[in-house]
Each structure stands twice: as structure tokens, then as C-alpha cells.
């Protein structure tokens, strides 16, 4: 169900980044790129969060030289993926946002499609690596794994048909992120916190295949041993809202 039909404005592409001095280039340019070629009102902003390497001076330069669309921020202490994302959501300005890694693993191709759905009119889209037409490339192994047995155990306690919930890559629109404040995960459980919360409380959404990427640079920086315990209570959490609330959160009607 779609509900509301406003077109929007602009697409804020929100894209944390910790010591990614080596990925960033190719992955804003790409956006910029694309988002330009296609007509995409937008903003880049990167949240540097605590980066040890020349990331900000990196992005400082790409906006002089060759994206004038991005709008770098610093994301004081403390630090933390989860944060940063806050900390960009209240530093952007876009009535859509969609969340990208700064590894150019999820695909600019893919965010296009969202910005088109958001327009139809959902409040949220997701992608699925896992659904006929998604596609991942050199994934590891062992986080394969761990992806979806987590990904199975979120979709048996919510019972909300999505099979790649943990995946950031998503898109919403303003209001329906608004409307799960307060944001309360500090790290890459925020990855959760939002579309489990905008699916509890009541915002629309569909879900198209979408492709991921491992990244070329750099090294992957989730620890899944230091962040089970960090899913599983923003997983709970959200699961005790959706049984026991009686609704006290939820959307209510068309304010899109
Ligand atoms: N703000 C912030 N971003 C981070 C942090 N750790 C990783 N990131 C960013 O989150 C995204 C995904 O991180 P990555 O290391 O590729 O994780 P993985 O591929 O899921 O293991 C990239 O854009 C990173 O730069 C952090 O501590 N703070
Ligand atoms: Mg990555």
C-alpha cells in the first residue's frame, strides 16, 4: 500500500566513513556521477567519524575539485557507526535519505531505483541481496553465514517476510525516519534499529533485488563477536514494542 504520492525534493545519500581515504574517490564519484546523469537533486554527506587516515582532507579536496554536491561533516566524539548516521540524519536536508557504505559496495544504480519508489510514493524501500535478481560479489564466507542465520532468526520473530533486514543499504523517506526517533543504537545495530522500527510502526515499504560488493581498499570493520549481543537487544527491543505497546508508537494515517 502507497501512502502518499508528494514528490520529493531532494536525496540527502548519507555515507559514514571511518579510515576509507582510499575508497571514497571512486565511491562519490560514482554517485555524483549517476545521481547527475539521471537528474537526482541531491546532497553527498559524508560522516567522518574519528578517521586516523587523511579521509577529511580526502573529502575536503573532492568537494573543490569535483563534487560540488558533497557536504562533508565530522562527527564528534563519541564515535561509533550508529552515531555517525544520527549525526548525519541531523545534518542533512534532504525529505529522502538513503544510507550508503563508503566502500562502494551497495550500487548507485540500486539507490536510483529507491529514489523512484520514494517518489511513487512509499516511505521506505529496501533492497534484498537475497531474492531472485540480488546478487553478491565476493562475500565472505563465514559473514555469509552468520548474515543468514540472522537474517532468519529477525524474520522469525517479526514474521515481516524481509530476508536481508541487516543490510544498510536503504532508502526513506524523511517522515518515516522521523517517525522512529529517538534513534537509540550507538553502532552497526543501527542497521536494524530503523527498518524494523519504521516496519512496527506502521510505515509503508517494499523491497526490490539489489547487489553488493566487497570492497576493494581498506579493511571490513564489523566485528560480529562485539556486536551479536548489540543486535540482539535493539532486536529485542523493537520486538518487545511490536508485541507489548499496544500501538503507542505507531504512524498515524497520511502525514508523509
Ligand atoms: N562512522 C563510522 N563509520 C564506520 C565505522 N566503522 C565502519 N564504518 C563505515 O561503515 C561502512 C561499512 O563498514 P565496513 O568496514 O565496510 O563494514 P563491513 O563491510 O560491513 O564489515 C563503511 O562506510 C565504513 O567506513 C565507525 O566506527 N564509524
Ligand atoms: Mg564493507
Known amino acids: 500500500m502507497i501512502s502518499c504520492n508528494k514528490q520529493l525534493r531532494l536525496y540527502s545519500v548519507l555515507i ?12 562519490l564519484a560514482d554517485i555524483y556521477s549517476l545521481f547527475t546523469a539521471a537528474g537526482i537533486p541531491h546532497e553527498i554527506v559524508v560522516i567522518d567519524d574519528g578517521s586516523r587516515d587523511k579521509t577529511w582532507q ?14 562533508p561533516v565530522q562527527n564528534p566524539e563519541p564515535h561509533g557507526f550508529g552515531r555517525a548516521i544520527i549525526y548525519g540524519l541531523d545534518h542533512s536536508h534532504g525529505d529522502a535519505v538513503v544510507i550508503m557504505m563508503a566502500d562502494a559496495s551497495d550500487s548507485p544504480a540500486d539507490a536510483i531505483k529507491y529514489w523512484h519508489l520514494l517518489n511513487e510514493g512509499w516511505d521506505c524501500v529496501f533492497g534484498s541481496r ?14 555469509l553465514w552468520v548474515n543468514r542465520v ?36 550507538p553502532h552497526f545495530n543501527l542497521t536494524v534499529e530503523i527498518p524494523l522500527k519504521a516496519i512496527v510502526r506502521g510505515f509503508t515499504w517494499t523491497v526490490i533485488p539489489i547487489s553488493w560488493k566487497n ?42
Not at 580526502?58 to 557536504?71: F, R, Y
Open 150 to 185: 540472522a537474517n532468519f532468526l529477525v524474520r522469525l520473530g517479526f514474521r515481516h517476510g524481509l530476508n536481508d533486514t541487516t543490510n544498510a543499504f536503504k532508502a526513506y523517506r524523511r517522515t518515516a525516519v522521523d517517525g522512529c526517533r529517538p534513534l537509540i543504537a
Open 130 to 143: 537475497f531474492i531472485k535478481g540480488g546478487k553478491v560479489i565476493n562475500y565472505p564466507k563465514v559473514k
Open 16 to 27: 559514514p566513513a571511518r579510515d576509507e581515504e582510499e575508497s571514497l574517490p571512486e565511491t
Open 215 to 256: 570492497r576493494k581498499h581498506g579493511v571490513a570493520k564489523l566485528k560480529i563477536k562485539e556486536m551479536g549481543s548489540r543486535y540482539f537487544f535493539i532486536c529485542s527491543y523493537v520486538w518487545l514494542e511490536k508485541y507489548f505497546s499496544r500501538g503507542d508508537y505507531k504512524h498515524k494515517g497520511n502525514n508523509s
Open 58 to 71: 580526502v573529502l575536503q579536496n573532492l568537494k573543490i575539485t569535483s563534487i560540488p554536491t558533497l557536504t
